[in-house]
């Protein structure tokens, strides 16, 4: 995909590890979300930064850290996570605040032991 | 209750089947309603987007909202196998909403 780009496309990590999860928008967005994907449960919005500010965090737990240091790049941060933490991670962008629209990358398949 | 219930499914129809797939929700506010698929190991693309209560017609796929009864659907003509995926549908109440409601998604497989 050249629109979101997510790296790495999987990831397994001990309890005690740090670890970051990238994402990468070539679309010209100004907003960029963090999601969390689990088995039949609907989307979890964690993070969002809109124009390199953060405008929610949904009561996630502080072992997940965003960073976002320009409109283009957005981290999570993550460490001392949990078995229960393992997930896809989904990271998205959307322009302007005119649409609904976003647009997803392909996700981080992340398994915590 | 949730504010979007989904059936994840899983539904297999044969090729060429129409496929009904459906959303049912709480919030009267919601008025903006999408469609996305997922195919195995990607992220969701979005579908089909509809404002309001309606239809809406794009080559094989109609989607259909009725606000009086809080219930969205997505229909599937002449169904291929290339339409195998999980479908999610999403839901806000105002354009450029930051928080979008998604279902759980109903996982579709399309049997040639």
């Known amino acids: 995909e050249t629109g979101v780009t997510q790296t790495p496309r999987h990831l397994v990590m001990g309890m005690t590890n740090k670890k970051s999860l990238k994402c990468e928008q070539h679309?010209?967005?100004?907003?960029m979300y963090w999601y969390k994907q689990s088995a039949k449960k609907p989307l979890e919005l964690m993070f969002v930064?809109?124009?390199?500010?953060r405008v929610e965090n949904n009561s996630v737990p502080s072992r997940f850290s965003p960073e976002c240091p320009n409109s283009s790049h957005l981290f999570l941060h993550l460490h001392t996570l949990q078995p229960e933490d393992s997930a896809l991670y989904l990271c998205?962008?959307?322009w302007g605040t005119g649409s609904n629209e976003q647009f997803f990358g392909p996700g981080t398949r992340l398994t915590v032991l | 209750q949730k504010e979007v219930e989904q059936d994840p499914g899983p539904l297999s129809v044969p090729e060429g089947a129409i496929v009904s797939l459906n959303c049912t929700y709480s919030?009267?506010?919601?008025?903006?309603f999408m469609w996305y698929r997922q195919y195995s190991r990607k992220g969701p693309e979005l579908l089909m987007y509809?404002?309001?209560?309606g239809n809406k017609e794009d080559g094989r796929f109609t989607a259909q909202v009725d606000k009086s009864s809080k219930y969205i659907s997505l229909f599937i003509r002449d169904s291929q196998p290339s339409d195998s995926a999980t479908y999610l549908c999403?839901?806000?109440?105002?354009?450029?909403?930051?928080?979008?409601?998604f279902g759980t998604g109903t996982r579709l497989t399309v049997i040639p």
């Open positions: 999403a839901m806000s109440a105002s354009t450029g909403a930051n928080n979008l409601f």
């Open positions: 998205a962008s959307r």
């Open positions: 679309l010209g967005h100004n907003a």
């Open positions: 930064y809109s124009l390199e500010e």
């Open positions: 509809t404002y309001s209560s």
């Open positions: 919030n009267s506010a919601f008025q903006y």
